[in-house]
């Protein structure tokens, strides 16, 4: 069966500093990778998805970044924290055209 | 237009009612439409899921209804409990290689006991 970890489960940092969020998903190959933020008591905003290794689009201009360096693999990272990176950080997996499945989750506090 | 409206915000009902949460989506290149149910702390959990060429899905006590030619969807929850309270997402996906989902902004429902 598939799973997907992502961690750290929490994180606080102080602004300024640099973050690296890592998604893992196992039991499956070559999925699409999606990253999300949900802000405290919001909906979920898409960040980056990738349909491959290398291959990452930028949906929401913005202090982060990501990359895919291994098929299952998915890193968001950030040079400089800002207090409005605070939130919950998910990471989610699909096979191609089919369901799409969400991690636990990672918060990050920004202070 | 690529958005996916949701209603009522916020939903109180007591046990045993049957909460109805609704959807409405304005690009018709959509091809899947799901419903994730969200605790606190905790990620997106997919619930349910219906595609446009079937009219109503029930998978125990939630159902989706769908309606193509007004563009809307719904959850019902049948006879519903305290441990239903959360936060409920409906989405709709993208026919392109991405498959991203649009998600509505979310309901977050109580069952008073």
């Known amino acids: 069966s598939q799973t997907i970890h992502q961690w750290p489960a929490t994180l606080v940092q102080p602004v300024g500093s640099p973050l690296s969020l890592e998604c893992t998903v196992e039991?499956?190959?070559?999925?699409?990778l999606y990253w999300y933020r949900q802000a405290a008591g919001r909906g979920l905003q898409l960040l980056f998805y990738?349909?491959?290794?290398?291959?990452i689009s930028s949906e929401v201009p913005q202090n982060l970044s990501a990359s895919r360096p291994q098929d299952r693999q998915f890193i968001l990272s950030s040079k400089k924290l800002l207090l409005s990176d605070s939130g919950f950080y998910l990471c989610a997996w699909s096979v191609k055209g089919y369901e799409q499945y969400f991690g636990p989750g990672t918060r990050l506090t920004v202070t | 237009q690529q958005q996916v409206k949701q209603s009522p915000q916020s939903l109180i009902v007591q046990k045993g009612g049957i909460p109805i949460i609704n959807c409405a989506y304005e690009?018709?290149?959509?091809?899947?439409f799901p419903w994730y149910q969200q605790f606190p702390g905790k990620g997106p959990a997919l619930l349910i899921a219906?595609?446009?060429?079937?009219s109503e899905k029930k998978e125990g006590r939630f159902t989706i209804s769908f309606n193509k030619s007004a563009k809307q969807f719904s959850l019902h929850i049948m006879d519903s409990q305290p441990g239903d309270s959360a936060t409920y997402f409906c989405?709709?996906?993208?026919?392109?290689?991405?498959?991203?989902?649009?998600f509505g902004s979310g309901t977050r429902l109580l069952v008073r006991p």
């Open positions: 990738s349909v491959g290794i290398g291959q």
């Open positions: 219906i595609r446009p060429d079937v």
């Open positions: 039991g499956t190959s070559n999925p699409n």
């Open positions: 690009n018709t290149a959509f091809d899947y």
């Open positions: 989405a709709a996906r993208k026919m392109d290689s991405s498959y991203k989902l649009i």
